[in-house]
């Protein structure tokens, strides 16, 4: 995948060696594409909740359940891949 903000819209789109294989181009609003950000296979699941928590000012409650939703959507997606 790459990420790119392009005029204010972040966009993900997939690589793959042959065009014909490219379905979708995915578009983020800006919380979804700060998650991205920090989904970066390097901080841990408490992580990215403690970051979302300080970042958005919202409980953990909401934040585990957003993510959880927002995460579930991008593993369908093949957008992520759970490690």
């Known amino acids: 995948m790459v990420f790119r903000d ?3 819209e ?3 789109v997939p690589i793959h060696r042959v065009a014909g ?3 979708s181009i995915y578009v983020l609003n ?3 594409a700060r998650v991205w950000e920090l989904v970066d296979g390097v901080r841990t699941w408490s992580g990215v909740v403690e970051a979302v928590m300080d970042e ?3 409980d953990r409650e ?3 359940a957003d993510l959880g939703s927002l995460l579930d959507d991008m593993l369908r ?3 992520l891949e759970e490690a």
């Open 77 to 79: 997606a093949g957008v």
């Open 30 to 32: 800006g919380t979804g």
């Open 10 to 12: 972040f966009v993900l």
């Open 62 to 64: 909401t934040a585990v």
């Open 6 to 8: 392009i005029a204010g």
């Open 56 to 58: 958005f000012d919202v």
């Open 21 to 23: 294989e490219q379905d």
